[in-house]
C-alpha cells in the first residue's frame, strides 16, 4: 500500500487560509469516510483534527474543517495562526483493511 | 483522565530481542483498539498494525507482519509490541494510540525511542 499523496510544504500568513491536500485512490480516500488529518509539533505525539472525513474532536478550532471531492481530501485552516506550524498528515482506511497515512506536510506561518 | 503512557528509551544492539509497553488509564481499557504507528527520523508516520484490547484480534500492516508483534495484557491495561531480532532499520519513534475503531486515534502515547547499534 503506498502512501498517500500530501505536498512536502507549505507556508501562509497569519489570518490566512491554507487548504492542504491528500491524494489516493478510490481504494482508499475516495472509498470510505474514513479519512483523518493529524497534527504534529516537533518532538510532540501526533493530535487527531479531523475524522471520517469532515468531523471535528471535541475541543479542536473551528479554524479547522475537511473535506472531500473523489480521491482527494483537504484539511483547511483559515485564520492561520502561529501555533498552526505544524506537520500534518492525513490517514485513510484501505481496501486491504489496513490504514495508510500521507507523506505529511511541512507547514511554516510567515 | 485518558492517559497512554509509553515505557522509556531503549538502546540495543543489532539481533537483540525487545518488548515495549503502553499502559492505558481513565477509560475502559478492554473496549479499545490500540494502535502501533512507527515514525522513523525526520520521516512521516507508518501504521504497524493495530490490536482490540478486548479480545487481542489483531491486524498488522503486511509490510510489518512477522517483523514485530502486538499483544495486551489486560489485567494490567497494557499493550505491548516486541521484536525478536532488531536491525539498525527499526532505529525509529514509536507510538500507541486508541482507537474507538481501526480507523482514527484520538489518544497517543508520548513515544518510545527505539535505537539499535552495535
Known amino acids: 500500500q503506498s502512501a498517500l499523496t500530501q505536498p512536502a510544504s507549505m507556508s501562509g500568513s497569519p489570518g490566512q487560509s491554507i487548504t492542504i491536500s491528500c491524494t489516493g485512490t478510490?481504494?482508499?480516500?475516495?472509498?470510505?469516510?474514513?479519512v483523518s488529518w493529524y497534527q504534529q509539533h516537533p518532538g510532540k505525539a501526533p493530535k487527531l483534527m479531523i475524522y471520517?472525513?469532515?468531523n471535528r474532536p471535541s475541543g479542536v478550532s473551528d479554524r479547522f474543517s475537511g473535506s472531500r471531492s473523489a480521491n482527494t481530501a483537504s484539511l483547511t485552516i483559515s485564520g492561520l495562526q502561529a501555533e498552526d506550524e505544524a506537520d500534518y498528515f492525513c490517514?485513510?482506511?484501505?481496501?486491504?483493511?489496513?490504514?495508510?497515512f500521507g507523506g505529511g506536510t511541512k507547514l511554516t506561518v510567515l | 483522565e485518558v492517559q497512554l503512557v509509553q515505557s522509556g528509551a531503549v538502546l540495543k544492539k543489532p539481533g537483540e530481542s525487545l518488548k515495549i509497553s503502553c499502559q492505558g488509564s481513565?477509560?475502559?481499557?478492554?473496549?479499545?483498539?490500540i494502535a502501533w504507528v512507527r515514525q522513523m527520523p525526520g520521516k512521516g508516520l507508518e501504521w504497524m498494525g493495530i490490536?482490540?484490547?478486548?479480545?487481542?484480534?489483531?491486524r498488522y500492516n503486511p509490510s510489518f507482519q512477522g517483523q514485530v508483534t502486538m499483544s495486551v495484557d489486560k489485567s494490567i491495561s497494557t499493550a505491548y509490541l516486541q521484536w525478536s531480532s532488531l536491525k539498525a532499520s527499526d532505529t525509529a519513534m514509536y507510538y500507541c494510540?486508541?482507537?474507538?475503531?481501526?480507523?482514527?486515534?484520538?489518544?497517543w502515547g508520548q513515544g518510545t525511542q527505539v535505537t539499535v547499534s552495535s
Open positions: 490490536i482490540y484490547a478486548g479480545d487481542s484480534d489483531t
Open positions: 481513565g477509560y475502559s481499557f478492554t473496549t479499545y483498539w
Open positions: 490517514s485513510s482506511f484501505t481496501s486491504s483493511s489496513t490504514l495508510v
Open positions: 471520517e472525513v469532515s
Open positions: 494510540a486508541r482507537g474507538a475503531g481501526i480507523y482514527d486515534f484520538d489518544y
Open positions: 478510490s481504494s482508499d480516500v475516495g472509498g470510505y469516510i474514513y
